[in-house]
């Protein structure tokens, strides 16, 4: 069902109990679309809690509110009662329940309404209202234009707009990618408008790394990354224990995909990080290439058209077979 904003505005009266959650691996969209939302209910006097599934890396710390943030994996109990205890849930930056993991089933469970945020494709019918919109820039964009059509604009500070800032920036790849709208730029207008600094929140996303970070980039790029310029697709991949040489925290080899895309001739890029007892995927595309369809076929994923993500329970060098294989033998590029 679509948003009734005048039911939602009855759902979020000042008894309210709200929990926001986001999807598993948390990235600036998700982090910054739920603090956003987080900061604007507040506002309205309601008693509100994000959970996230597992730890979001150190980068997107800073944002005001984060030290609040709820973490599923390591305090169960909280979010078991948090979940069980809501009016409302909002589902921000994922539309299937197996996208939050084990949260997944307390969420079905639970008595509240569940309203759904989100700019992926495919979504399910489970929600009671949904604001879906593929065509988003990011759902820190669609958060925005939901407090809008809610009448509620006149709340936006300066905490919510570095929020849906570092959403729309980090989702949109500093706002080079085709999802950027006009109405992307015209959002980001009205966010400086009450108090964003945009390089502000560029530099604690961007200007933050560490040493070993910086050197575990370096090693990628110089030893593990292949180029097959016949069919325009780069790969890079690195193994648990090159991860660990370089101390290795979460978050450290966010963007790394998008240096294979950017050389000359590429059409996609693959990035593969080996975890304990599988392999991750992050896949990137140009023009018409469709990865969300490649990932949703043969590797336990999805997402967007040019940039989506997946995963096998495979080794990092049975997953490069296999995704070699695939490309060779099983898609079109």
């Not at 370096?218 to 310029?229: I, P, Q, R, T, V």
């Not at 975890?275 to 995927?281: G, P």
């Not at 994923?301 to 995963?311: D, I, P, Q, Y």
């Amino acid at each position: 069902m679509n948003l009734d904003y005048h039911r939602i505005k009855e759902l979020l009266g000042p008894s309210a109990k709200v929990v926001i959650t986001t999807h598993r691996s948390p990235d600036g969209d998700a982090i910054g679309s739920s603090l956003g939302l987080y900061h604007f209910l507040i506002l309205n006097g309601l008693e509100v809690s994000v959970i996230i599934p597992d730890r979001d890396p150190e980068f997107l710390h800073w944002m005001r509110g984060h030290d609040l943030i709820t973490v599923f994996e390591s305090d169960q109990e909280k979010s078991k009662t948090l979940i069980n205890d809501a009016d409302v849930i909002f589902s921000l930056d994922y539309n299937r329940l197996d996208r939050i993991a084990e949260m997944g089933s307390r969420v079905e469970r639970a008595s509240a309404t569940k309203i759904l945020i989100d700019h992926h494709i495919d979504p399910a019918d489970y929600f009671n209202f949904s604001l879906s919109d593929t065509t988003a820039s990011s759902t820190a964009e669609l958060v925005f234009r939901f407090i809008d059509s809610l009448g509620w604009k006149e709340l936006l500070n300066k905490d919510i707009a570095e929020c849906l800032y570092a959403g729309i920036m980090t989702d949109t790849g500093s706002f080079k990618f085709s999802s950027t709208s006009a109405f992307t730029h015209r959002v980001v207008a009205d966010l400086m408008d009450v108090g964003l600094v945009p390089d502000k929140v560029h530099n604690a996303i961007f200007d933050n790394s560490s040493f070993d970070r910086l050197q575990l980039v370096g090693f990628a790029l110089s030893n593990k990354f292949e180029f097959d310029a016949e069919r325009g697709v780069s790969i890079i991949g690195i193994s648990l224990n090159e991860k660990n040489r370089f101390k290795y925290q979460k978050g450290d080899t966010e963007g790394l995909v998008n240096y294979g895309l950017s050389v000359k001739g590429a059409k996609m890029a693959v990035f593969l990080s080996e975890e304990l007892n599988f392999t991750k995927f992050s896949f990137r595309s140009k023009g018409q290439i469709d990865v969300n369809k490649i990932a949703r076929g043969y590797f336990n994923g999805g997402g967007h058209k040019n940039a989506a993500g997946g995963r096998l329970d495979m080794s990092l060098k049975e997953s490069i077979n296999y995704l070699k294989d695939v490309i060779e033998n099983k898609i079109t590029l």
